[in-house]
């Protein structure tokens, strides 16, 4: 089945622990998922795998400070989504698990897929202060200055993407979503 973001962001914001708002919520997650697409079209990665990451990568933080097993945890709610909002190859559902597993404590990857989510969320590192470090990014298209600053600016002022509320339907200001029909029971994920 094709994959619906608005589907997958649902089913995370019903049990998310933060304020939608917060630096680590659905701002956050659309940045990275813009940033991942501009990334992705110069870098060849799958771009399925890339938009998953970005709205699952830190949607089981539990506060938004220190919390190393966030990334972990992401990772295995990913697995229980699996085949019932989402679906992905068993190669590719390797790619997403890693990302969002590794995302904070790895610096780099052999694969261009994982490289370019970790970048998608690292050039987003302005909304807290800190400018992304090209030492710290894994892809060329990330470590080039116009994407850096391109990316920084937004996390800087806290741009909030269109996309949010006209494909996700959330709207931040209220802390409301738009009702979304949910596929009944769906088939089991062989390997949950
Ligand atoms: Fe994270
Ligand atoms: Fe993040």
Redesign the pocket.
């Given at each position: 089945m094709p994959i619906s973001i608005p589907l997958v962001l649902h089913a995370v914001l019903d049990d998310y622990a933060l304020p939608w708002g917060g630096d680590?919520g659905v701002a956050h997650w659309a940045r990275v998922y813009e940033n991942g697409l501009r990334l992705a079209e110069e870098t060849g990665a799958i771009v399925e795998v890339v938009r998953l990451f970005a709205v699952l990568?830190?949607c089981r933080r539990i506060n938004e400070h220190t919390d190393p097993e966030?990334?972990p945890r992401a990772a295995e709610f990913a697995r229980t989504l699996r085949g019932r909002l989402f679906d992905l190859p068993d190669h590719e559902f390797c790619l997403l698990h890693r990302a969002c597993a590794g995302?904070?404590h790895e610096r780099t990857h052999l694969d261009v897929t994982i490289r370019t989510c970790w970048d998608a969320?690292r050039l987003d590192l302005g909304r807290v202060g800190i400018t992304p470090h090209p030492k710290y990014l894994c892809t060329d298209v990330a470590r080039r200055p116009a994407t850096i600053k391109w990316a920084d600016g937004r996390a800087s002022f806290g741009v909030v993407p269109e996309i949010v509320w006209d494909e996700w339907g959330i709207d931040l200001g209220t802390g409301e979503a738009d009702a979304i029909e949910r596929p009944e029971g769906g088939a089991e994920c062989p390997s949950k």
């Open positions: 680590h990568h830190d966030h990334g995302h904070t969320d």
